[in-house]
């Protein structure tokens, strides 16, 4: 395998001999910028069609035997175009061939810092003669569809007559060439390229070509200042003399358009740059540029440096630039997927750029706003009366795939498209792209309500049936955990946005002209409210599916025997009837913050799917990699993270020669930004909860916001923020509110991991019921007692709570009566919670949670009561705790501090990486006991024990519970991690 030479040079790709030159290489020194592409070859072998171009591309029907209504009926096929950087050659007057030639020396390097390739060859000519031939290649990223050349020939120990001849290769190409039978690169088509008449005004250095419906021309500009140039058939052909250790430099530049039914524009090249200095000056420009939004380091860890470099900049260099197309599974770098564009431009690749370059993100959004009717036809082929319905793999908008369980059933496509345009507008808060995407936000939405329904067997639940999550092992299921999760996603902020439209007078024109009204969106918010997202009972995780948890594993899985993905191994029934997964739904939902869970959910289930998902598909590590990252698994989320930053410069999947895993690449950065950075992207502003692996001594990165580029530099200490460009931003660390200005602003990392919560008076009344119950067992015996004498109970269990009401009384009882007195209050109080529901409980508590969870913080539940379990039940958050501490599994009760140890032990923590949390004096108590900082809800005269008070819990924030570690510190508790802030370069 090909190792990367000269890691500690972080902004190059170098490679030699071999891997300079084989068909890998040809994906890894892809030049590309949105508007074409070139694959990486070297110049005098660059003799078949290697160049891509994002409207050649040609339509083929499908064949079926037996075809069923709404069945795909033709596929776009990207074909490669002729070779924009060939080079021939005759010395004196002899062909020189390079196929057969001696190739003694070879070196290919893409600059990330010049945005160029250059590349160096040494040949061993027929009879001992050495030539070398240089070149720095170009396609500029800011610039048009050209591909410019600096060739420079030299021959070392010879001289003679040089003919260069810059052609394309297309000459005597021939129908054939072998099928491939892979289903990632299928319909796999030889490209015949046939050479058509000029058009009346063309000049002679243009060159026009068909196949198909695509028409394409190529008008090549070459200066070469010591020899003489001529146009030449197609192309120029440069004569010349060759003096031994002298240089003979050609400059080459070839501008290419494409057209689709119609010939191409003779004008189309009017603003064509020719001249190759002023295209390497604006690429240095344009790269610089990019940078300065995107720089990063990671600081231990060269190679990985590198190797993000190398996917950032691939990524950028295919990232579309004409609002007609989005970017292709392989970009332009290659012909895998057939060109086509999935759900991962949104998913994976929109989320790099929305942050870096947005108005390359807005332009994949731009391209599906464009393709809304052919989606409301695809919508209506599969027959649905309403809305529309994007398709799986396309590039003119029409559903490409053959496959329906694996193509027309993702349905999540619709939702990812609604995330990526969420994600967009919170990135730049462009309003008036908001406005312009409602219409496709809405009838996209409508989707969910024709393939959706509420479940009265589930309580009226909202569950989505009959489709394909990203996991492809699965099909045509219900309820994908995935789908509902995105579907219940894209409903809310499809409402919100009607909303918002409806409050700046711009809803009725829309909604009358899609027929839209306000009990569809009532019904939208109805169903994303009662999406079903369950977590199983027995394993406490969230099923993949309704039914994924009851298959049977596959037999062998991960043995040798599974040597490459599965999908080429098995009829896809097989995979479907078993519990195996391509790439996990329920851990990429985790990775994108669809759902907030418990930290013991998120553990559960990433080691679940982990251990049933092959991750056939690349797109699968990313996720992994995030939520492995922020659940502090270093070793899994560093390996993960390797397999997609080095998931091509280490060919891991064995078809990079098919072209670059642009999202793979996308995601490696992912990784760093969510796994790491911890970055969440669904609140107001951006929220980071940076953790470093003990494997780096930092790492830094940048990101666009609103306008604004800041740079966070995570260290030992903590994480270092600043602003760059732009106004001041605000942002979340950890929680906690920070203004990002031109100074530094260093936030130490929190050493607060869980919270830990009493139950009765903190997250519901129930501290009312035991008060009522009790009076009313006191008014039945005729015991003294009030609610002053209630106080001393709460948090006190319940034969603790008798014993001091008897004292109280000084009543005496025998133990036959005192327990038939505890099993009256109970009943009593039992009675009291008969009505209770999710309503009961305290306002604040279900968007703490969520806050707590975002920052990665554990919750925990301490409550002295046995009914503790059926309490949280009725509340509705049995599910959002990692622990629940047993009241009847403890030595001693509070004041005494088991109960908050055992919960702390329960979460995996320390006692002193916790916070409590309680009402009651017994409970501050007993938090101190053990090692805690305890916050009080109530009054300082109340709780004067309590470290911090808030008069409920409604008014508890993130902040507050992560900044009582000052207050503990000062108590010696709890040691704050300081440390220097090391500058790293970027
Ligand atoms: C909590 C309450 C107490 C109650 C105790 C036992 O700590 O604050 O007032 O007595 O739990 O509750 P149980 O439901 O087990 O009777
Ligand atoms: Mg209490």
Redesign the pocket.
Known sequence: MATIENPSEAMRLVRHGDAATGAQAAALFALANGLVGVEGLIDERADRPCAYLPDAYVSRPIAYHESFPGYASATDTRVPCPSPVLLRLHIDGEPVDFGGADLVETESALDFATGQLRRLSRWRLAGGRTLEIAVDRIVPLAGGACVASRIRLRPIDFGGAVEVRLTYGVEGMGAGGAEVDDPRISARLRPVWTTISPLPGDPSTVTRFAQDAVELAYRQHVAAPAAEVADEGAGHVVRGTLVAGGTLTIDRVVALASARGRPVGPAVFDDAATDFDAIAEGQNAAVEALWDSAAFAIDGDDALTQALRFDLFQLHQSASRDPDHSIGAKGLTGEGYEGHYFWDAETFMLPVLALQAPAKARTLLAYRIGKLDRARAHARALGHARGALYPWRTIAGDECSSHYPTGSAQYHINGDIAYALALYVAATGDEAFRLRAAEMLFETARMWIEIGAFDARRGGAFCIHGVTGPDEYSALVDNDFYTNAIARRHLGYAAETADWLRARGDLGALADAIGLDENEIATWRKAADAMWLPVDAVLGINPQDDAFLGRPELPGLKSPVHDGPLLMIYHPMILFRHQVAKQGNVVQAMAMDLVSMPVSQQRRNLDYYGRVTTHDSTLSSVSFAIAAARLGDETAALDFMRECAFVDLEDRHGNTSHGLHMAALAGSWLVLAQGWGGLRLDGRVPAFAPTLPSAWQGYRFRLQWRGSVIELAVHAAGCTYRLLSGAPLDILDHGRSLRVGAAPSTLARPTVKGAIF????VLTD??ED??QA?QALADTYGFAFDRAV?ER??????A??LRLILDQAGAAIDAEAFDAM?AE??AL?RARLADYSPANLFAGVTGLFAELRAAGLKIGLA??????GD?VRLLGIADQFDFVAD?GAVAQ??PAPDIFLACADGMGLAPNQCVGIE??Q??ISAIHAAGMVAIGIGSEEALPDADLHVPAIGELTLGQILSTEQEAAARGRLSIRTGKVEDMPC
């Open positions: 009493d139950l009765d008076g129930t501290a035991h008060y009790w209630n109970l709460k948090g006190v269990d319940r603790g709570s505890l209050k109970n109080y409550s002295a009561s046995r009914n503790a309490v009241a009760g509070k009402d009651a017994a409970g």
